[in-house]
């Protein structure tokens, strides 16, 4: 991993369910964290993290419950004198993949967990560099970062898309039982989640829907100045619930790799208004499992929401349409696709042996 995720985060989400249920499946799994990886930004001076690293070990980790057998570790690289040996290593993030690159063939036959088309801090060339390591397996989670990664590699590409904990996301509250007015959505201070675009219209909407009554939730303290109308959840310890309890859910963001707040919603049985971007096109087919508006169009993003409250038949076909077709991003599809490239590749290297 790039580093220790104290909060919720997506990609991290996806790495530590693939190695819970790996070792479900009997493999040996260890979780290894540089404390220097290029080109993050440290909030603390590297000294500090140093010493964390040795004062905090991993009792403090409280959003994902890892399996009792999992190690972890901190190290001070990635690199071959803090690695150790393995079958297969694993990396995600393009710097984690481009130290992974240069281990030796006893730490294992390496794979590229590729979660997102990661240009956003630039040095697009070492990016592209990390689809070219040497005997370096690239898996990508959806189909349109299969043809980026294919554009700029010279091998094929893997394609796993993300999916979700259906045990835990599921329809609890019928659909065609909920309240109209009811809408949930991800808050974030992060500029690329567009969060500003949907309040903007979630307030505009409120003037025509008077008894609209929104759940926001997320990660950050609340922002300030949220009208009484709208209730803010703060790492909420039943996010099921939330979207169980809604009719509609938002998704704003401007850039994805494949969001899984949408996916969850949709496993819950929200009717879901999402951004028309890469992202959400796994899923998001607009007029039949989603409804999709222009990234920033707030008028757009009001049109779309005005047709799902104004016609609960139409709220009910979306949301029930969505739910069919999410179904088949299944945990149990996804490690048994993983698991079976990674067996073949084991044997491959066997052979070759």
Not at 78 to 107: E, P
Not at 148 to 174: G, M
Not at 175 to 187: A, H, K
């Amino acid at each position: 991993m790039p580093f220790r995720a104290r909060r919720p985060m997506g990609g991290f989400k996806v790495m530590y369910e693939y190695a819970n249920r790996l070792f479900d499946l009997g493999y040996s799994v260890n979780i290894t964290y540089p404390i220097k990886t290029k080109y993050m930004e440290y909030r603390l001076p590297y000294i500090v993290r140093k010493a964390l690293s040795y004062i905090e070990g991993f009792r403090t980790n409280q959003w994902f419950k890892f399996r009792e057998g999992i190690t972890q570790c901190y190290v001070d690289t990635v690199s071959d004198k803090y690695i150790k040996d393995s079958d297969i290593v694993i990396a995600t993030w393009w710097t984690t993949v481009l130290d992974m690159g240069r281990l030796g063939v006893s730490k294992g036959l390496k794979i590229n967990l590729i979660q997102g088309y990661e240009d956003w801090i630039g040095h697009v060339d070492e990016l592209h560099s990390s689809y070219n390591m040497p005997a370096t397996t690239n898996i990508v989670v959806a189909s349109y970062l299969k043809r980026i990664v294919e554009q700029y590699s010279n091998s094929q590409a893997y394609l796993i898309p993300n999916a979700i904990d259906s045990d835990r996301y599921k329809i609890t509250n019928f659909i065609s039982d909920r309240t109209l007015g009811s809408v949930c959505m991800l808050y974030s201070t992060q500029d690329i989640k567009g969060s500003d675009y949907g309040l903007q219209a979630l307030k505009m909407i409120k003037q025509k829907y008077q008894d609209l009554k929104v759940d926001l939730f997320g990660i950050f303290p609340e922002p300030e100045g949220l009208p009484d109308w709208i209730t803010y959840h703060r790492n909420p310890d039943d996010l099921p619930s939330l979207y169980n309890s809604n009719s509609i859910f938002i998704a704003n963001s401007l850039t994805e790799g494949m969001a899984l707040t949408p996916m969850e919603a949709m496993f819950c049985g929200c009717a879901c208004v999402l951004t028309n971007i890469q992202g959400h096109s796994e899923y998001g087919i607009d007029n039949n499992t989603t409804l999709l508006y222009e990234p920033k169009n707030v008028n757009d993003l009001v049109l779309k929401l005005d047709i799902l409250l104004s016609d609960d038949k139409k709220r009910v076909a979306i949301a029930s349409a969505g739910n069919e077709f999410i179904q088949k991003f299944s945990w149990n599809v996804a490690v048994a696709k993983m698991d079976s490239i990674i067996r073949n590749l084991l044997d491959v290297d066997s052979k070759e042996k």
